[in-house]
C-alpha cells in the first residue's frame, strides 16, 4: 500500500565481522541445524565430552559464531556413538550434522 | 540314428552361435577383469580355494544347488521354488543331454558347437533303439517341466502374490525382451521338435504334437522357419543377457566361488562386490523383508536398488540408499544370492571425502588403563557396557548385582565413561578411525588381567569380536555369560509368573548367531513366547546406529511394526538383549521392555 511517505531505511551499521559461510552451508544442508534450543542435551551424554569437550550444543554455536577452530578441535573426537542423536528433544539428527560438518569442512579451499 | 545332411550344417543355426559366441565371449571376459579387480592377497586365495579338494566340491555343492535348484526359494515358496528350478534345472538337463545323445550317436558331430542344440534337426533315426526311446523321452520330460515353470512365471507376472511376493520391481525394457525371448525358446523349441518328430524321434511331448496339429505340422514349408524362430529367440535372450536382469546366472557361479574362498568386500565397486550386483537378479525378495520398507517412501532404499544405482551408476542414489540403512541384515538373510546388503553400504560410505578426518590419538588413556588394572587371574572379568548402556544404567546396575550374587571377581571398564568399540564409526565407513578407538580400547582392556570380558552391548559385541584380536582374553556377550553362570550352579535362576517375548536385536542374532542361549535363560525364568517372526528373520526395532541419515522421527513407524511383531504372542513383557533395542521400544511399546540383565536379576537371590 502506498501512502505516499515511508519509514527511511534501518542505518543500523553490521559491526559483526563473522564468516558465515560455513554456517550457511551447514544449513543448507542440515536445515535441522537452525532447531537447536541449546538445551545440553547432548553435552551431558557425549562420550566424547570428557576428552576433547567435545559437544554438539558447542560446535553449532561455535560456528554460529565464527569460532570454527574450536568447533574443528572438538569435531575431531567425536566417536560418532549417536548417543547425543537420541536424547536430543528437538529430533534433530546430530550424528549425522556431524558427518556433514566433518565434510564440508575446508570445502571452499579445496 | 543317421545324419540327414551330409553337411551338418543348416544357417539356421547362425543366430544361435552368434548369440552363443557373445555372451560366452563377455562372461569370460567379464570373469578375468572381476578376477583381476580382485587385490593380491584375495585373488591368490580365490586361485589356492579353486584347486582346493574340499572348497572345489563345495563350489560344485553350492552351484547345484543355488544356481540350478534354487533351495532357497523353495523354503520361502513352494511354487516360486518350483518356478524357478523347473526352468533352470530343466533348461540345464536339456544342455546336458543334449550333448550326451551326440556323443551317443554322432561322436563324429560332437566338435560341432550347435548340433546337441538342434539335434533333432539334423538326425533320423534309421532302426528304433530302446536307449533312443529313453533318450526322447527324457528330452521331452525336461521340456515339459521347463514349459510348466515358464506358464508359472507367466502367471507370476501377472499375479506375484500368489508366489508370495507384495512388491516386486518393474523390470527395464531391456529386462523385458530378455524376458519375453526367455519365455518363446521354449515353445518354438518344442513345436520345431514337433515336426521331426515322426522321422527322429519323439516322446509322449512331441509325437502327440505332430498327431493333434498335422494341418501345421505336416507342412515341412513350416519346419525351417519355426527352426529359424526358435534359433533366433536364443539368439537373442543370449545376446541381451548381459545388459539384463539375466546377468544373475553367469554372475553368481563366479560369486559363489568368490564366496567359498572367504573373499571380503575391499572395494565398493570392483571385485567381490560388483559380482554381488550383478547376482542380484532383482526378484525384490528384499523389499518386503526390509524393515524400511514400512513406509513406502523408503522401498526404493532397499537393497534392490542399491544393486540397480550401483549398476546404472547413479551415485546420487547411491549416496541416499547407502546412508539410510539400518544395517539390520535381513535382506541379507532373505536374499537367496547372498548379497551383503549392510556391508554393501558400508563400503560405499567408506569411499567418501571428508575435509576434516576424526582423530584419536591424542586421547589420553592412562588414567582408564590405571583404573582397572590388576594382576592377571583367571577368574577375572572385564564388564565393558559401552555408550548405549550408559543411556539405560538399568542394564549396567542389573549386571553388577548379577555378577556381585554369583560371586564374580570383576571390573567395570567405563563405569565413569569410556571410549566407544568403534562399531559406530565403522558403520559410517571411517575404518582408519575405528582402528584407533579398537587400538586403543585394546590396550585397555589387556591391562585389565582378565580373562573374559563380558559386553552387554551386541553393537559391541559384534566388533570385539570380529575386529579386536584379544590373545588369551574371551569375547562373550551377557546373555552367554549369564548361561554359564547358571550352567556352573553359581545363579540359580527362579521361575516366575507372566509371559515374556524374546526379540532378536539384530547385531547378535544375524551378527553373531546367537539365538539359543538367551532363549535358554528365559524360560528357567518364566514362560517364554515366540514372536510371529524370529531369528533370522527378527525384524530391527529401528533405532539401529547403522543408519546415518534417518532422523528418529522418521522410524517410529519401523518400530511401531516391529512391535506389532513382537506382540503376536500377547507377553507379558518383551525381553531384549540390547541397550538400544530397549531404548527404541520403550518408546511406543504399551508394556514392560526389559533387558535379559534385568530379567535375569529379577528372577535370582
Ligand atoms: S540436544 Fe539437541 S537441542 Fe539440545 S543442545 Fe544438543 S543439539 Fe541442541
Ligand atoms: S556422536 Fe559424537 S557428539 Fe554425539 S554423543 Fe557420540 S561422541 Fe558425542
Ligand atoms: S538383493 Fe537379493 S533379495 Fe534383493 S532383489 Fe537382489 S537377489 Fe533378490
Ligand atoms: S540391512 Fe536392513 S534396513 Fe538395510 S536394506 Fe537390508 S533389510 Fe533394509
Ligand atoms: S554400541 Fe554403541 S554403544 Fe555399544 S559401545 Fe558400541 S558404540 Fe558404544
Known amino acids: ?110 | 540314428m543317421i545324419d540327414r545332411f551330409a553337411s551338418g550344417f543348416d544357417p539356421f543355426v547362425i543366430p544361435f552361435l552368434i548369440g552363443m559366441v557373445f555372451v560366452l565371449g563377455y562372461c569370460i571376459v567379464g570373469a578375468i577383469r572381476l578376477v583381476f579387480q580382485l587385490d593380491h592377497a584375495d585373488r591368490k586365495r580365490f586361485l589356492v580355494s579353486l584347486i582346493t579338494p574340499k572348497t572345489i566340491w563345495k563350489n560344485i555343492k553350492d552351484i547345484f544347488l543355488n544356481c540350478l535348484i534354487h533351495v532357497k526359494l523353495w523354503k520361502r515358496n513352494k511354487l516360486l521354488g518350483y518356478m524357478h528350478s523347473s526352468i533352470a534345472f530343466g533348461w540345464f538337463m536339456l544342455i546336458v543331454l543334449g550333448h550326451i545323445e551326440c556323443f551317443v550317436y554322432m561322436p563324429h558331430r560332437v566338435k560341432l558347437f550347435y548340433y546337441p542344440i538342434f539335434f533333432n534337426y539334423f538326425v533320423a533315426e534309421n532302426e528304433y533303439t530302446l536307449r533312443g526311446a529313453i533318450f526322447f523321452f527324457l528330452m521331452d520330460f525336461f521340456l515339459l517341466m521347463v514349459l510348466s515353470g515358464i506358464v508359472l512365471a507367466i502367471i507370476k507376472r501377472v499375479r506375484s502374490r500368489l508366489f508370495g511376493m507384495r512388491r516386486t520391481t518393474r523390470p527395464s525394457l531391456l529386462d523385458r525382451i530378455g524376458l519375453y525371448s526367455l519365455w518363446l525358446i521354449f515353445p518354438l523349441r518344442l513345436l520345431a521338435e514337433s515336426f521331426t518328430a515322426h522321422i527322429s524321434g519323439g516322446s509322449f511331448l512331441t509325437i502327440p504334437m505332430n498327431m493333434l496339429f498335422k494341418a501345421f505340422l505336416g507342412d515341412h514349408m513350416n519346419m525351417l522357419p519355426t527352426w529359424w524362430a526358435y534359433s533366433i529367440a536364443l539368439c537373442v535372450f543370449m545376446c541381451v543377457l548381459p545388459f539384463t536382469r539375466y546377468m544373475h546366472i553367469p554372475t553368481e557361479m563366479l560369486l559363489i566361488p568368490f564366496r567359498n574362498a572367504g573373499l571380503t568386500i575391499k572395494h565398493a565397486r570392483k571385485g567381490f562386490a560388483k559380482a554381488q550386483v550383478y547376482s542380484c537378479p532383482g526378484c525384490g525378495v528384499c523389499i518386503d523383508a526390509c524393515p524400511m520398507s514400512v513406509k513406502k517412501a523408503n522401498i526404493k532404499d532397499t537393497t534392490v536398488y542399491l544393486n540397480r544405482n550401483i549398476r546404472r551408476g547413479n551415485e546420487k542414489r547411491i549416496e541416499e540408499i547407502s546412508d539410510k540403512c539400518l544395517l539390520c541384515g535381513k535382506c541379507t538373510a532373505v536374499c537367496q544370492v547372498g548379497v551383503d546388503g549392510p556391508q554393501m553400504r558400508i563400503a560405499q560410505r567408506s569411499i567418501r571425502n571428508y575435509g576434516l578426518d576424526q582423530d584419536y590419538t591424542g586421547f589420553d588413556i592412562s588414567a582408564m588403563k590405571a583404573s582397572v588394572s590388576a594382576e592377571p587371574s583367571p577368574g577375572r572379568v572385564l564388564y565393558f557396557a559401552g555408550c548405549m548402556t550408559a543411556l539405560t544404567p538399568a542394564i549396567s546396575q542389573a549386571m553388577e548385582s548379577v555378577f556381585r550374587k554369583a560371586g564374580v571377581d570383576y571390573a567395570f571398564m567405563d563405569k565413569d565413561g569410556g571410549l566407544c568399540c568403534g562399531r559406530p564409526v565403522l558403520m559410517a565407513g571411517r575404518f582408519e578411525q575405528a582402528r584407533e578407538l579398537i587400538r586403543k580400547n585394546k590396550e585397555i582392556i589387556q591391562a585389565s588381567g582378565a580373562s573374559t570380558l563380558v559386553l552387554s552391548c551386541p553393537i559391541c559385541y559384534k566388533v570385539f569380536r570380529e575386529h579386536y584380536k584379544l590373545e588369551g582374553i574371551r569375547v562373550v556377550h551377557h546373555t552367554e555369560y549369564m548361561l554359564e553362570l547358571v550352567k556352573a550352579g553359581k545363579l540359580v535362576l527362579e521361575k516366575g509368573e507372566g509371559s515374556m517375548v524374546y526379540h532378536d536385536p539384530c547385531e547378535l542374532g544375524r551378527g553373531c548367531g546367537v539365538y539359543e542361549q538367551p532363549r535358554e535363560l528365559l524360560r528357567q525364568a518364566g514362560e517364554l513366547v515366540e514372536a510371529a517372526q524370529n531369528r533370522e528373520m527378527s525384524i530391527c526395532c529401528g533405532g539401529s546406529l547403522g543408519s546415518l541419515t534417518l532422523g528418529f522421527d522418521k522410524r517410529e513407524d519401523i518400530t511401531r511394526n516391529a512391535l506389532n511383531n513382537l506382540v503376536s504372542g500377547d507377553p507379558a513383557t518383551i525381553v531384549t538383549a540390547c541397550p538400544l533395542c530397549k531404548g527404541t521400544f520403550a518408546r511406543y511399546a504399551d508394556r514392560p521392555v526389559e533387558d535379559i540383565a534385568e530379567t535375569v536379576n529379577r528372577h535370582t537371590k
Not at chain 1, 81 to 96: E, S
Open chain 1, 1 to 110: 500500500m502506498d501512502f505516499g511517505f515511508s519509514i527511511s531505511p534501518s542505518s543500523t551499521i553490521n559491526l559483526d565481522k563473522v564468516d558465515f559461510t560455513l554456517y550457511d552451508r551447514l544449513c543448507e544442508i542440515e536445515p535441522d541445524a537452525k532447531k537447536c534450543m541449546a538445551c545440553g542435551s547432548c553435552s551431558a551424554t557425549c562420550t566424547a565430552g570428557p576428552w576433547t569437550g567435545m559437544s554438539v550444543r558447542k560446535v553449532i554455536l561455535g560456528i554460529q559464531r565464527g569460532k570454527e577452530s574450536e568447533a574443528e578441535k572438538m569435531l575431531k573426537g567425536c566417536m560418532l556413538c549417536g548417543k547425543c542423536t537420541m536424547v536430543c528433544p528437538r529430533g534433530i539428527n546430530t550424528r549425522h550434522l556431524i558427518l556433514s560438518l566433518c565434510r564440508i569442512y575446508g570445502e571452499g579451499e579445496r
